[in-house]
């Protein structure tokens, strides 16, 4: 019984830890907090892959988002931004009241989701990887089997899909002759 | 195992994620920011596959997410790229200044 109620704290507190660092990540001003707050999101739905019994995301999580792309982020952010945006308000096409609307537009889509996820009827198939079984042999064991057996032609396509994106990132960057 | 975590609140926890991203990506200004907000809404739709993946005894959730993990690294290098051609051409990362395809 306790250790049911420890996963569950775990759940309540990352899951507000993921709310309140994302909030904080689109509000602040300077974009060098906003991807430090990124940062603490990433970590915290880290935890919460833990916690649903996906190891090897959880890992995979940290090591490419939070360690890759916001690094990368990070110094993009460093090269690139000298400005906060907050000198040139007049001459912008959209005003702030515009955007505001159309935000209040989406958060209604927000009740809607939140009405399919409290009410939804699940119909799908109980499938062949029950959480013992999978613990048994290794989460990241079955997800290389799967990934190197049953999935190997997305994977080689993935695998195709960041050599063009290396080779584009190379070309867009480079200095105009 | 330890009885789970209930699917609907992993369901709840990710569209409030996934709408802070999407007001994110209309209210802010700043390109980087907004590829961030999109970043997060990567990851709230990752939670859905996972927990879902989790509550119907799959391990396709977490393949899945490996996939879009893979995307969206690849959208981070050429995404990066782009704003570091568009702040050589204009001059700053303003989404509002980069308009010229007359959006």
Not at chain 1, 55 to 79: E, N, R, W
Not at chain 2, 49 to 64: L, T
């Amino acid at each position: 019984m306790g250790a049911i109620g420890f996963k569950f704290v775990v759940f309540i507190v990352a899951a507000l830890l993921v709310i309140v660092s994302s909030l904080l990540m689109t509000t602040r001003k300077n974009p060098i907090h906003s991807a430090l707050w990124m940062i603490v999101t990433f970590f915290a739905m880290a935890v919460i892959y833990l916690l649903l019994n996906a190891q090897f995301i959880a890992v995979a999580q940290i090591m490419v988002y939070a360690g890759a792309i916001m690094m990368l982020i990070l110094f993009v952010i460093m090269m690139v931004s000298l400005d906060n945006g907050a000198q040139e308000q007049k001459r912008f096409p959209m005003a702030m009241g515009t955007r505001l609307s159309w935000a209040l537009v989406v958060v209604v889509l927000l009740v809607e989701l939140m009405f399919a996820a409290l009410f939804y009827q699940a119909t799908a198939k109980v499938g062949s990887y029950p959480a013992e079984a999978v613990a048994s042999l290794g989460n990241a064991k079955t997800m290389g089997m799967l990934l190197y057996g049953k999935y190997i032609f997305p994977f080689e396509i993935a695998s195709i899909l960041l050599l063009v994106g290396i080779i584009g990132a190379v070309v867009l960057s480079r200095k105009n002759k | 195992m330890l009885q789970e975590i209930p699917t609907s609140y992993c369901y709840l926890l990710s569209a409030i994620v996934f709408i802070i991203g999407a007001v994110g990506a209309i209210t802010r200004k700043n390109a980087i920011v907004i590829f961030m907000s999109i970043e997060l809404m990567l990851n709230s739709v990752n939670l859905v596959f996972i927990s879902s993946g989790n509550a119907f005894a799959s391990m396709d959730g977490s393949i899945f997410v490996f996939f879009v993990m893979t995307v969206a690294a690849v959208e981070a290098a050429v995404g990066l790229a782009i704003f570091v051609m568009l702040f050589r051409m204009k001059g700053t990362v303003n989404a509002d200044e980069a308009s010229l395809m007359k959006g």
